[in-house]
């Protein structure tokens, strides 16, 4: 075992053997992996101050193994995460919300790994009754499948609708487990968020003893690939995020890829966020398009991604890609779907051409980790929160502060009806 900046090894000790929720206790009850809530990763980055959690999506193993030797370099608390759309039943990543927390404590155990790791089922999206009534058996699967955290996403439903959703989920998401709430669906600069239905989202939760770690909102960032200038509205989050402040509310960022460095060190100086989503510029990374500063693919004069020859996969493998991607009508942010039907091809390339695979990985996350999100050295403070607590249950940041009274359903109803919000386009905006 590496021991780790500012903790010692009997801390170290003591966290493995109260930290680690009863899930991942069961499924892995020999492991030195240091499996935690999200909850424990949030209150190392509000004790630090300024300080943001990546949450890097593991859409294939080597971001997963790139995304953890970064953490542990950095000394850094980190979340692996896999969205509903990438890693859900009807997913396009072989890596799943029911073996990524496999993944990750094979990968843990295997490299030292010292540092606290979350695993967050980001994006579970909700779009309808069915889906809720879905959830309801789907949700408790991924927590028996080493879960430790979970975005419950209905924003792509009506204000009340997505409050209702949440409620009607909360009793299937473990106490101690993290929580993550979204209002706005997540579509660049069309359908911003607005305050008064942020705290809307959080009133009503509050009102039904829901205490949510993070709020994601549509601060003007879009998933995968930016086409446009907008990126994150940062004057947008701070005004939002100071409206939801009584309730202890952490920010959850999402879309980071086309954002550059000055603008994501702003939001972790100027807002409440304490979780940042990276996931399409690993992809990339991993595969070895040339992509930015931050982290947005390169296109040459003829609008294709720029292949470097001594990075990521092999040009053969690529030259294939290249050719699934346009028989199959895939352009731009759609090659994520390359994924599932290459996964065991990336696995049976050569150990050296793998190795170059998660070191890019690994080189981009640090320098985020380091210089971009103020996130190093935030791994003792994960580890004092568990100790502080005696516990893998931090317990909620808030208390109820709302008259439940005053949120039935019928008058939830009657204040989503008064909100004026602006939903903007509507279309497929998963992740």
């Given at each position: 075992m590496?021991e780790?900046?500012?903790?010692s090894?009997?801390d170290?000790?003591?966290a493995l053997k109260?930290g680690?929720?009863?899930?991942i206790a069961?499924l892995?009850p020999n492991?030195r992996?240091?499996?935690v809530?999200?909850?424990v990763i949030d209150r190392?980055?509000i ?13 294939n193993y080597f971001?997963i193994?790139?995304s953890?030797?970064?953490a542990?370099k950095?000394n ?5 995460e896999?969205a509903?759309?990438?890693g859900g039943?009807n997913?396009?990543c072989a ?8 993944q ?12 606290p ?10 779009k309808?009754?069915l889906d809720?009534?879905?959830?309801m058996?789907?949700i408790?699967t ?5 879960m430790?955290?979970?975005a ?6 009506p ?9 009607a989920?909360s009793p ?5 487990a993290?929580f993550?709430?979204e209002?706005?669906?997540i579509?660049?600069k069309e359908?911003l968020s607005?305050?008064?239905?942020a705290s809307f989202?959080?009133?009503g ?7 949510p770690?993070?709020i994601?909102?549509?601060?003007g960032?879009t998933h ?8 994150i ?6 005004e939002i ?23 994501l060190?702003?939001i972790?100086k100027?807002t409440n ?14 595969w070895?398009?040339k992509v930015n ?9 003829k609008g294709?991604?720029v ?6 996969v092999?040009e053969?493998?690529?030259n294939?890609?290249?050719?699934h991607?346009?028989s199959?009508g895939?352009?731009?942010g759609n090659?994520k ?8 091809k990336l696995?049976?390339l050569?150990?050296d051409i793998?190795e170059r695979?998660?070191q890019?990985v ?5 320098r985020?980790l380091r ?6 050295d935030?791994?003792p403070?994960a580890i004092?929160a568990?100790i502080?607590a005696?516990?893998y249950?931090?317990g909620?940041k808030?208390?109820r502060?709302?008259?439940?009274a005053?949120?039935?359903?019928e ?6 009806s008064?909100?004026n ?6 279309g497929d905006?998963d992740?």
């Amino acid at each position: 075992m590496t021991e780790q900046r500012g903790n010692s090894s009997s801390d170290f000790e003591k966290a493995l053997k109260i930290g680690r929720p009863p899930n991942i206790a069961r499924l892995f009850p020999n492991s030195r992996a240091l499996i935690v809530s999200g909850k424990v990763i949030d209150r190392a980055m509000i004790a630090k101050g300024n300080a943001i959690a990546i949450a890097a999506n593991g859409r294939n193993y080597f971001v997963i193994r790139g995304s953890l030797l970064a953490a542990q370099k950095a000394n850094a608390a980190i979340i692996i995460e896999i969205a509903k759309s990438e890693g859900g039943a009807n997913a396009y990543c072989a890596v799943n919300y029911w073996n990524i927390a496999r993944q990750v404590d094979a990968i843990c155990n295997e490299l030292g790994i010292t540092i606290p790791v979350a695993i967050h089922a980001d994006h579970y999206g909700i779009k309808g009754d069915l889906d809720v009534e879905a959830a309801m058996v789907e949700i408790p699967t991924m927590f028996d499948a080493g879960m430790t955290s979970i975005a419950i996403d209905a924003s792509h439903l009506p204000d009340d609708k997505n409050l209702l959703a949440s409620i009607a989920l909360s009793p299937y998401v473990p106490k101690w487990a993290a929580f993550e709430t979204e209002v706005g669906e997540i579509k660049g600069k069309e359908g911003l968020s607005t305050v008064e239905e942020a705290s809307f989202l959080i009133q009503g939760l509050n009102a039904h003893d829901i205490f949510p770690d993070w709020i994601a909102l549509n601060n003007g960032t879009t998933h995968g690939i930016q086409d446009g200038e907008a990126g994150i509205q940062v004057p947008l989050t701070v005004e939002i995020h100071k409206a939801v402040e009584k309730y202890r509310v952490s920010g959850a960022q999402h879309g980071t890829s086309g954002n550059d460095s000055e603008r994501l060190k702003k939001i972790a100086k100027e807002t409440n966020t304490t979780k940042a989503n990276v996931a399409t510029a690993l992809q990339m990374i991993a595969w070895g398009v040339k992509v930015n500063d931050y982290g947005n693919a390169m296109l040459d004069e003829k609008g294709e991604f720029v292949k470097m020859p001594d990075k990521g996969v092999t040009e053969e493998l690529w030259n294939e890609m290249v050719a699934h991607a346009s028989s199959n009508g895939l352009k731009g942010g759609n090659y994520k779907k390359l994924n599932l039907p290459f996964e065991n091809k990336l696995q049976g390339l050569s150990s050296d051409i793998r190795e170059r695979m998660v070191q890019g990985v690994e080189e981009f996350i640090y320098r985020l980790l380091r210089d971009v999100f103020n996130a190093e050295d935030t791994a003792p403070l994960a580890i004092e929160a568990i100790i502080g607590a005696d516990s893998y249950d931090l317990g909620p940041k808030s208390t109820r502060m709302e008259d439940p009274a005053q949120w039935t359903e019928e008058k939830i109803a009657e204040r989503a009806s008064t909100l004026n919000t602006k939903k903007g386009p509507e279309g497929d905006f998963d992740d």
